[in-house]
């Protein structure tokens, strides 16, 4: 069974500039998450999904960042425009109960 | 609150045993969980523990004290691969379920 898939594995892009990431969570797993993990830090909650339902968004910072699950599958996440405080992995996380599943994560690298 | 400490790094011995404590404060707490995460790669589920006591699983325990808000993780028989960081994560049922994490323990296994 393929794990949770995210895409791209690294972005290296300039300050201002808009990026997105894409995460296949593992097939039936109704919750998705979006994690920031910064280096020698855990990681950090931006946003949870139920199906395509935003249930908790309240650590995602609106003014710059916005997620999308369609279809309550695949999701996205985006950072428009990005700042070099943004430099981080982001982890996105199924679940079917309790349990969550990591993907290899994005490294974001704002210069 | 939310509330989650544990050591910022560790040094064992292969063959030895090491025990990675972890404290936390979290309102509505409904779980603990420890997963590793080797450099650059997903954190990958290693425990759970809900109820009191020890969870055994292969070389790997882990113990939870409720009342005393305290886990640990136990490594028996330490090898190189276990070089890793290890991050302690409580799950709430409040205010929408959640993982909060610690900042990991980075666990240096030396021959």
């Known amino acids: 069974e393929a794990g949770v898939v995210q895409s791209p594995r690294y972005k290296i892009i300039e300050k201002k500039q808009p990026v997105a990431f894409w995460c296949n969570p593992i097939s039936g797993h109704n919750t998705l998450y979006w994690y920031r993990q910064n280096l020698g830090q855990g990681p950090e909650l931006l946003i949870r999904?139920?199906?395509?339902?935003?249930?908790?968004d309240s650590q995602l910072p609106k003014d710059r960042f916005s997620a999308e699950r369609l279809k309550g599958v695949d999701s996205t996440l985006k950072i428009q425009p990005a700042e070099l405080g943004d430099s981080a992995v982001y982890l996105c996380?199924?679940?079917?109960?309790?349990?969550?599943?990591f993907g290899q994560g994005t490294r974001l690298t704002v210069v | 609150g939310q509330n989650i400490d544990q050591p910022t790094e560790m040094t064992a011995t292969e063959g030895a045993i090491v025990q990675i404590n972890c404290t936390y404060q979290?309102?509505?707490?409904?779980?603990l969980f420890w997963y590793q995460q080797h450099a650059g790669e997903a954190p990958t589920f290693l425990s759970y523990?809900?109820?009191?006591g020890l969870e055994e699983k292969g070389r790997f325990s882990s113990f939870l004290s409720r009342s005393k808000g305290y886990s640990y993780l136990l490594l028996k028989e330490l090898q190189m691969k276990d070089s890793a960081s290890y991050l302690c994560?409580?799950?709430?049922?409040?205010?929408?379920?959640?993982?909060?994490f610690g900042s990991g323990t980075k666990l240096n296994v030396k021959p």
């Open positions: 523990n809900v109820l009191d």
């Open positions: 999904y139920e199906n395509e339902e935003a249930v908790d």
């Open positions: 979290t309102s509505g707490f409904n779980g």
């Open positions: 994560a409580s799950y709430s049922n409040y205010n929408f379920n959640k993982f909060y």
């Open positions: 996380a199924s679940s079917l109960s309790t349990e969550a599943f």
